[in-house]
């Protein structure tokens, strides 16, 4: 399948039956067509790897069958979405980035987005950091990576994925949080995550953006220029401003679970990841028994990748940067999981991709002159502020 950009997403398909049957299959209290379809990062990331656990939980319990179209960046994960080709997306923080209208974003045949959150998962044990191999700290003169610190990047590769504005901006935290910026590192471009991974493991890069327990990180642990995690001090207040100041969305923990990770765990930091989203669009009742179905199934795929125990309900975050769909909501108020708070906590995000949507409607009318973007910036950081609401980037 070839969408936006040219970029191609490979169909990994888990049952060889039922998969064009329209009927619904039901176990237990939820109801899902026979197929559902969903986007999610490349072939070996820990979403398609917990992708393919939920996928087999699926198919065992009822017969469905979850068809995983892996994409390498924010943007091809999301078009078949927004195309309604594709009900749901395995995505990261840029479904965040979506909903801001941001970064790559931008461009006139995007803007922002009325992305919804179906799940989160989080609380896995596992953290997002920016890894480095042993070789970068061999580089730096510590070549059993003992104190080194992102600082110690300074002049090293360091990866930028073309069309992956949020795993650009996650690197460009890490390194503000060790005072730097990108015009200190040498930039290596590639085509997507996983590339960059294989960049780790083929020594062509020392640095790369990724949650602690995917699977190219178990990879390049093992590879002859190893893997390390240096470590997010939470009580670094300057860090940890120039850190948030780039990427409001993360928080500090203490990382126990993944590669390369110590017996004593890693300060780290982690935001929701893998998030299972649709657009505001998306039927309500779909939603509601996607969702249901994520929750009555989780002991069956919770221990089937790592990472996968971070969906289980109690887990959830109601106070995040992207609402939950009205589906999802549904089903949390039956669980006696939504309360008041939450509810006025979402409506406040409603709320503002509304502010969101109807300032670009403005300026798409209003047809500026000169640069688009420039316009774009300048007029949502004025429609959010307008509105007392906070305006990052």
Known sequence: MHFKGGDTLRTFTLSLVAGLMSTAAMASDYALPRTVTWTTYSTGSSGYNQAVAIGAALQADSDVNLRILPGNNDLS??????????????????????QEGMLEFMDQSWGPQKVRVVLNNIGSGAGMALGVTKSACEKAGKPDCEGFQISDLKGMRVPEIKGGP???????????????????????????????????????????????????????????????????????????????????????????????????????????????????TQDADLVYNMTKAMADLYDAYKDGAPGAIGWALENQVYDWVVPFHEGSVRYLTEAGLWSDEAQKHNDSLLHRQDV??????????????????????????????????????
């Open 166 to 280: 949020s795993l650009n901006l996650n690197v460009e935290a890490f390194l503000a949080y060790g005072g730097l910026t990108w015009a200190d590192v040498e930039v290596v471009e590639f085509g997507g995550f996983g590339a960059s991974w294989k960049g780790m493991v083929e020594g062509s890069v020392d640095a790369a953006f990724a949650i602690t327990s995917a699977g190219n990180a178990y990879e390049a642990e093992s590879s002859p220029n190893g893997l390390y995690w240096p470590p997010i001090d939470p009580a670094d207040a300057e860090g940890m401003d120039r850190l948030k100041a780039v990427a409001p969305y993360f928080v500090a923990i203490k990382a126990t679970q993944g590669a390369a990770m110590p017996d004593e765990g890693q300060a780290l930091t982690a935001y929701p990841y893998p998030i299972l989203m649709a657009y505001d």
């Open 356 to 393: 969101l949507a109807k300032a670009w409607a403005e300026l798409t009318e209003a047809k500026p002159e000169g640069d688009w973007k420039e316009a774009w910036a300048a007029k949502r950081r004025e429609a959010l502020t307008a509105e007392g609401l906070p305006a990052p980037f």
């Open 77 to 98: 994960r999301l078009e078949p979405v927004r195309q309604g080709k594709v009900q749901f997306a395995a995505n990261g923080v840029g479904t965040y980035i979506a």
